[in-house]
């Protein structure tokens, strides 16, 4: 009597059963080449642009060059077990990353995958990070504010949703924090926000990790990181990553905003990589091509209009310049490109004004189209004051002591320069900058001293929300600054004021 089939071999049997047997074609190409992260490879004629191919000993690249006779592959990761003669097979497949909320509150690298030790990212659906622009059409008007919590920016240069706006400056003058200060603003609003890190230092990227998640609301947040010890693959696609995993927000009628830091580090990389692959250089050895791939990569940000559903992209694209150059190949590219920039000053930040945002050089091309109605209104003449403060205070550096009018300006200029001073990791909301803007304009704060405005600053929150509540809750609902909102704010700065007036003699 034969005994009865296991179950397990029965299973292996089905299995038999069920497979496609017969012939299956195969894209194998060979290393020729291989040194710097980069392998040069015969033999894959059908090789398309960014297809994922795979070696031999389990490693992964992507075609970045594809010439006639060779294709320039670059190493995903480490390619140490790689050696010219070993096979290279085509995966048919670009590259892609997983997308969906599993990715909120994560940290992860270039290709999804995590780095926080907090387990797998269970996510639903993978995108090529590579994806075309919205049309023309399919955009809309960029209108609606973008409320950063930063004093100089939401009142001289407003940010809107779908806007490109670039934060340029030199080595350690603030371009991190004033990003992350904006993206810890989002804290209470419907945006996403993604903070890509190309070539950053590990301390910088935990630095920034740590404010996002000490100050703001880390769980609607994305961190992507290539270090400067990643691949130069994985630094190259980071951006385009990021963005990937920003735009399944915006396509699903939500908001998103994406800080890339910085575009200066991944055209390095980029330059790295097309002289290895023997690409042309051009400008300061960089190829011709290093235009279009920022240009790509920023034109995707947009404001979509409602036929899309109405959703938006914010990007804030970080560059360094040297010594203040802002001619440069690079930083010029970019400032091209974008929507206006954000320029912070090595001198202003020396002298503790901090953001050191230069006011005479930034720009937003959106401008007061995108500025919330309220603080437009609060804001009155504010940029021209500080403009013609900056100006008499050039000129009255070499005379004597200034007298009448031009001394009121003086000091009326100060006191807009001590507001617009502002303490990382501490955004206000829109009452709050409203409120300062009433208190400078109407001359409630020149009688103080600088430290004493200092202070009211400091306590400007608490007092509000004690004395003004009713203002803050007008404001919030409908947006509009109405009589009783102003005066509302009025008295409650009126108190303010009255609380530190004695506190040193007025400069």
């Known amino acids: 009597m034969q005994a009865d089939t296991p179950d397990w071999l029965s299973s292996a049997q089905d299995a038999v059963r069920r497979a496609a047997l017969g012939p299956r074609r195969e894209h194998r190409g060979r290393v020729e080449e291989i040194g710097d992260g980069v392998a040069m490879i015969s033999g894959l004629r059908d090789v398309r642009l960014d297809e994922v191919l795979r070696f031999e000993g389990g490693q992964f690249g992507f075609a970045r060059v594809l010439d006639s006779d060779l294709i320039g592959c670059v190493f995903i990761d480490a390619a140490t077990r790689v050696e010219a003669g ?75 949703r779908g806007q490109r706006e670039l934060i340029v400056g030199d080595h350690s003058t603030g371009k991190t924090t004033l990003a992350t200060d904006a993206m810890i603003a989002q804290r209470d609003s419907d945006m996403i926000c993604v903070y890509v890190a190309v070539g950053q230092k590990t301390s910088s990227v935990r630095r920034a990790i740590d404010a996002l998640q000490e100050h703001g609301n880390f769980a609607r947040c994305i961190v992507v990181v290539a270090g400067s010890a990643a691949a130069p693959g994985l630094q190259w696609i980071a951006p385009y990553a990021g963005m990937t995993m920003a735009e399944y927000f915006r396509d699903k009628g939500g908001h998103a905003l994406v800080v890339i830091d910085d575009l200066s580090k991944h055209a390095a990389t980029h330059r790295e ?37 109405g959703g938006s992209l914010t990007a804030l694209p970080i560059a360094e310049t040297d010594a203040g150059n802002l001619s440069a190949y690079i930083p010029t590219n970019l400032i091209s490109i974008t929507d206006g920039q ?28 995108t500025q919330a109605s309220v603080l437009r209104e609060a804001a009155g003449t504010l940029r021209l004051d500080y403009a013609q403060f900056l100006e008499l205070e050039v000129f009255t550096r070499f005379g004597g002591m200034p007298e009448g009018r ?64 009713d203002a ?27 609380q530190f007036r004695d506190v040193g003699a007025a400069t």
Not at 135 to 145: G, M, W
Not at 412 to 420: C, D, K, M
């Open 86 to 160: 070993d096979a290279v097979f085509g995966t048919g497949e670009v590259v892609s990353v997983p997308v969906g909320d599993a990715l909120l509150g994560r940290i992860v690298d270039p290709l999804g995958r995590p780095l926080d030790g907090k387990g797998p990212i269970e996510a639903g659906e993978r995108w090529p990070i590579e994806r075309p622009a919205p049309s023309i059409i399919e955009r809309d008007l960029v209108t609606e504010p973008v409320q950063t919590g930063i004093l100089v920016m939401d009142t001289l240069f407003a940010l809107g």
């Open 273 to 309: 990589i097309a002289l290895l692959t023997r690409q042309s250089p051009g400008r300061e050895a960089y190829p011709g091509d290093v235009f279009y791939i920022h240009a790509r990569l920023l034109e995707r940000a947009a404001k979509l209009s409602k036929v899309r559903g």
């Open 342 to 369: 954000i320029v912070l000053d090595a001198g202003l930040f020396h002298q503790g004004q901090k953001p050191a945002v230069d006011v005479g050089l930034s720009v937003s091309r959106v401008g007061g189209k």
């Open 406 to 469: 031009v001394r009121d300006q003086l000091k009326r200029g100060e006191r807009i320069r001590a507001i617009l001073r502002q303490p990382q990791n501490t955004p206000l909301g829109l009452a709050e900058e409203v409120a300062l803007l009433l208190a400078v304009q109407a001359g409630l704060l020149d009688s103080l001293s600088l430290g004493a405005v200092v202070s009211v600053r400091d306590k400007l929150s608490e007092s509000l929300h004690r004395d003004a509540a």
């Open 472 to 498: 803050l809750r007008a404001i919030a609902a409908t947006g509009q600054l109405d009589e009783g909102a102003r005066a509302g704010l009025m008295a409650a700065m009126t108190r303010l004021v009255a």
